[in-house]
């Protein structure tokens, strides 16, 4: 199984911060980053639901962006998934799979 750091990112500055530090920690341990992105499941109700399913793959995309354009020998992929978020990311963890985009290289 490949070794990668795994961070769950959102909208939030938080969230932000928080994968800024993974990618300080992948580029020290050379290994690659994946930016996970969880949805909502498809079966909430759209007051539930505060982001649309279609935009959710830009979310990540979009972190991954900020990410490579501070960090740009930083190897980092961006992952979206739907499901409830602390069981869905324990399980990319775990798996290294998801719906894994392009590797990107800065």
Do not use: F, K
Request: net charge positive; glycine share 6%; aromatic share 2%.
């Amino acid at each position: 199984m490949e070794r990668v750091i795994t961070a769950g990112v959102d909208r939030s500055a938080r969230s932000r911060a928080a994968a800024d530090r993974a990618a300080r920690e992948a580029l020290r341990r050379r290994l690659p980053l994946r930016a996970v992105y969880v949805a909502p499941p498809e079966n909430l109700g759209p007051v539930e639901r505060p982001y649309r399913p279609d935009r959710h793959q830009q979310v990540a995309d979009h972190v991954v962006a900020e990410l490579i354009a501070r960090h740009p020998s930083l190897t980092v992929r961006a992952v979206s998934l739907a499901g409830a978020p602390v069981p869905e990311l324990r399980a990319a963890s775990a798996r290294g799979t998801g719906r894994p985009r392009p590797a990107r290289r800065g």
